[in-house]
């Protein structure tokens, strides 16, 4: 079945970069997507991928796709404390046009001053 | 900009009641979604609605029921709440498709503590 994986807890120092990982199982997906939700707050969509791309940059942001492993990684350079978030990486579905995406379970990213 | 926007913030029940979380969305979206987030678990699909009067099951469907009686609303059910439906519960909404593209645009989320 449709499945994704991230590791639960990321910790890093400020100035730092930090690389989230996730690994997905659908290998029809399309997109691939980084969503960040902040303390107390819904998800917000921080970048996505298309799936013939294996690389794509957005200011601090570098999103990497390795399709024969499956596995996908957001870097953020010189992170912050107001990176400090859950980041939860998502596919599409194989619903098809319903919009459906499969998250995974988000991982924790502290940023220590 | 897209608004999805949830009733409560926060809400406390208590085990037996019905509850009712509401959704609206300002972007005329055709799809709309109800998660429920749980630490360790990310976001699990309770149901979601690719129209007006249609809905779907999600992964974990029981205890819950939906209403999608205008296109700008989506309404989560729980017909006798439990304290296992404690949880941060998230509405999400995006517009149908071809392209494989799916943006979902979340409201902040509604904190229901059953007691």
């Known amino acids: 079945g449709e499945d994704v994986e991230q590791s639960l807890f990321l910790s890093v120092r400020e100035g730092d970069s930090s690389v989230i990982n996730c690994t997905y199982t659908d290998s029809s997906s399309t997109y691939l997507y980084w969503y960040k939700q902040e303390p107390g707050a819904g998800l917000q969509l921080l970048t996505y991928i298309f799936s013939n791309m294996d690389m794509k940059q957005d200011q601090r942001l570098t999103v990497l796709l390795n399709k024969k492993d499956k596995h996908l990684s957001l870097r953020i350079a010189d992170t912050q404390t107001g990176d400090s978030a859950i980041y939860f990486c998502?596919?599409?579905?194989?619903?098809?046009?319903?919009?459906?995406?499969?998250f995974g379970q988000g991982t924790t990213l502290q940023v220590k001053p | 900009d897209v608004k999805v926007t949830q009733s409560s913030r926060y809400l406390v029940k208590r085990t037996g009641e019905k509850v009712f979380l509401e959704c609206v969305q300002d972007?005329?979206?055709?799809?709309m979604f109800w998660y429920r987030q749980d630490p360790g678990l990310g976001l699990r699909l309770i149901y979601f609605?690719?129209?007006?009067?249609?809905?779907e099951k999600g992964d974990i469907p029981e205890g819950y029921s939906v209403s999608r009686e205008k296109k700008e609303r989506f309404s989560l059910i729980l017909e006798s709440a439990s304290t296992n439906q404690t949880s941060m519960y998230l509405c999400a909404s995006t517009i149908s498709g071809t392209s494989g593209l799916e943006l979902q645009y979340f409201g902040p989320g509604t904190r229901l503590t059953v007691t």
């Open positions: 972007m005329d979206h055709e799809n």
């Open positions: 998502a596919e599409t579905s194989l619903s098809g046009n319903t919009g459906k995406l499969i």
């Open positions: 609605s690719y129209d007006v009067k249609m809905k």
